[in-house]
């Protein structure tokens, strides 16, 4: 009789547990692909978890437009890759969720999460995928996982392991964690956020799609993102596609249409909405179209096609914006509230991020060139004249643009919040026959004596001087260098214009050879340290275009009512030739792969534009972006007791306020 050890009675049974796995493996190959789609599984098994806005079983209902980008994530759909450009608070991460669990359950495979960093990944992990796998008993099974036992060996932070396959996390800035391992189902989100080049081995969407040619004509590649400006991965992605949209239609007479912000109108009182409407874009209809008509209006929208060349099906792109957010997620009063904060405070970073965010659209800097016509025509109303000094106006810069015959000069009055107020515009010109090529030429003089010694007094009787005085040295290097030289003015700045730099003004620079144009004319102003700094003209033109369209409310004397953070003011005899050079060029959008758009001329004349630039970097200068109310009130304080210099002004300003400020700064 053979004898049964405790040992022989372990193996039989692991070999039995063994038999019993491999048939369970093999039936499951053996199973037909799921008849249900993504979406009807969804419907009536993903759980949304307790830490949800809304939780419970998931209801499409609320989010009508995710049906169909659910469904080309089916296995059964023609789609192998599926593109999603959106705004934020449409539901798009529970996309990816559904998917998963879907996958997990019905069709389980090898899977890849990546979003835009490791710190990114962990947060979806932690935050989204760990409670939809404790919500849900179906995958609690499978990756046995529990929120109150712990986390098991195969369910980390980094893999969910379950029978058939697992999920890997990556992320967009690890090559390793994009190309390790086949996978046919893939998701990646916030691709414009990731980095164009991983770690010198290619683009990470590149790197991620290879995993899945073991798959080849089963696999699903899924991207998603907000936009940003510039080069945007996730506008490529969706250009190569059918281009697919949300038309809505109106709830009064049904025409079929996008939610457009380009038609939505509102009453505000500043910064607070009172009343948000989008008016119909039927013609005939122009009906008013509120937030609480989204009810309907998405319960009967379609997705449709609208890229006009052919594509293949198994590239399919939506296109949907924050304004289409479900009732009681993000409604058009908060939108426009975004919209209006973002105007008051003046940057382009605030409005780059509303467009891009929740229009998903790229901001284009400059769309509407300003009208020279109306900038003309509302300067007639301004109420103060050339040369005078608007009471105001708490410091003075200028910006001066150095051309072969002449020197031009625009001399700006700077208010509280950025409002700004042209005090003259001077032509210095060169003696008949001469240029500024000659050191000694007298217009340098008298630039001199018109600029940097120069008393400015305001309405009330309050003298100031210029703070900060910018001229470019892009023309005539040497001449210009020698300028500063014998001025040796602190107020007194050089400046350069750098088209690809996005701050507006750059620390300190050296140039120890004294000119950029090495001549034998030059000689003498070799050997010298000048200092001078960088000006970021595209994007210090984008703040000028913007803020020249800051409009405020007139009064029934004709006169300004209101005080709009950076309106910009001009006297009332300003010629025309003035504000036709003021919008003198156009911007455009970077094309291909590039990141930087140009700043074209569309007229010979630009100098007032070019003053006005360099003026404004000295606003940056002096750092008074950072002044508070309280800061504005000192400086007023310090005027009025007449201070030595305005410069001095400033520092004692920040002196006595002595509080910290952003980046460290100190007031």
């Known amino acids: 009789m053979p004898r049964n050890t405790a040992s022989q009675h372990r193996y039989q049974l692991a070999t039995k547990q063994n038999r019993s796995w491999l048939v369970d493996q093999f039936l499951d190959a053996l199973r037909p692909m799921p008849l249900q789609s993504v979406s009807e599984f969804a419907s009536q098994h993903h759980m949304l978890p307790n830490s949800s806005a809304e939780p419970g079983l998931y209801n499409i209902a609320r989010t009508p437009y995710v049906r169909d980008i659910l469904d080309c994530l089916s296995p059964t759909?023609?789609?192998r890759e599926v593109v999603l450009w959106a705004g934020t608070q449409l539901g798009k991460t529970e996309i990816i969720l559904a998917s998963f669990h879907y996958y997990m359950v019905n069709l389980p495979s090898p899977m890849l999460f990546a979003s835009c960093n490791a710190s990114a990944s962990k947060d979806m992990v932690k935050t989204r995928i760990n409670p939809m796998i404790d919500a849900s008993p179906m995958l609690s099974e499978r990756i046995a996982s529990s929120s109150k036992s712990g986390r098991a060996s195969g369910d980390t932070i980094d893999l969910k392991e379950f029978a058939g396959g697992f999920l890997a996390i990556g992320s967009g800035e690890s090559a390793a964690s994009l190309r390790s391992k086949p996978c046919r189902i893939v998701a990646l989100d916030e691709i414009d956020a990731m980095p164009d080049d991983v770690q010198g081995e290619g683009d990470p969407v590149?790197?991620?799609?290879?995993?899945t040619s073991t798959f080849k004509g089963r696999e699903k590649v899924y991207v998603s993102s907000t936009c940003v400006n510039g080069h945007s991965k996730i506008i490529d992605h969706y250009e190569m596609t059918d281009?697919?949209?949300?038309?809505?239609?109106?709830?009064?007479c049904g025409h079929m249409q996008l939610i457009s912000?380009?038609?939505f109108h509102w009453v505000a009182d500043g910064t607070m909405v009172k009343d948000v409407w989008m008016e119909c874009a039927n013609p005939k209809c122009k009906g008013k179209i509120q937030n609480h008509h989204k009810l309907s209006m998405l319960t009967k929208g379609e997705w449709r096609p609208t890229n006009k060349k052919a594509t293949s099906v198994t590239s399919v792109g939506f296109w949907i914006s924050g304004l289409y957010a479900p009732v009681g997620w993000q409604d058009w009063n908060m939108c426009v509230e975004i919209y209006l904060k973002a105007l008051a405070?003046?940057?382009?970073?605030k409005l780059k991020s509303f467009y891009n965010t929740i229009l998903a659209e790229q901001y284009q800097i400059s769309a509407v060139r300003p009208d020279y016509a109306l900038l003309y025509e509302l300067s007639k109303k301004s109420g103060y004249s050339r040369g005078e000094v608007p009471e105001e106006v708490l410091a003075i810069t200028s910006g001066a643009d150095v051309q072969d015959d002449r020197i031009e000069v625009e001399i700006v009055g700077w208010g509280r919040n950025g409002r700004s107020y042209s005090i003259d515009y001077q032509i210095f010109l060169c003696p008949f026959g001469t240029k500024t090529d000659d050191v000694n030429n007298p217009v340098w003089d008298e630039y001199t004596q018109k600029i940097l010694n120069a008393n400015f007094v305001r309405k009330d009787g309050k003298v100031l001087k210029i703070a900060a005085s910018a001229m470019d040295r892009g023309h005539n290097t040497a001449q210009v260098n020698a300028l500063w030289a014998r001025c040796r003015n602190d107020r007194f700045h050089l400046v350069r214009g750098e088209a690809r730099m996005r701050s507006e003004i750059s620390s300190v620079k050296h140039d120890k050879g004294g000119t950029s144009k090495r001549t034998a004319s030059s000689k003498e102003y070799r050997g010298s340290e000048y200092l001078y700094f960088d000006v970021g003209v595209s994007t210090l033109k984008a703040r000028i275009y913007q803020n020249l369209q800051v409009r405020e409310q007139v009064g029934d004397n004709g006169k300004f009512v209101t005080d709009t953070p950076y309106r910009m003011y001009f006297p009332d005899d300003?010629?025309?030739?003035?504000?036709?050079?003021?919008?003198?060029e156009e911007y455009r959008p970077p094309k291909g792969t590039s990141k930087f758009g140009i700043w074209e001329k569309i007229r010979d004349r630009n100098e007032a534009l070019d003053c006005r630039v360099y003026a404004t970097a000295m606003w940056y200068k002096l750092e008074l972006y950072r002044f508070t109310a309280s800061d504005y009130d000192?400086?007023?304080?310090?005027i009025k007791e007449q201070a030595s210099s305005p410069s001095q002004t400033i520092a004692v300003a920040r002196q006595r306020t002595a509080r910290v400020l952003s980046k460290g700064l100190t007031l």
């Open 243 to 252: 281009q697919r949209k949300f038309f809505v239609p109106c709830p009064h």
């Open 206 to 211: 590149d790197l991620a799609t290879r995993r």
């Open 345 to 349: 405070d003046g940057g382009q970073e």
């Open 634 to 638: 000192e400086l007023e304080k310090r």
């Open 574 to 584: 300003y010629d025309d030739e003035f504000f036709k050079q003021l919008t003198s």
């Open 77 to 79: 759909h023609p789609a």
């Open 261 to 263: 912000f380009k038609r």
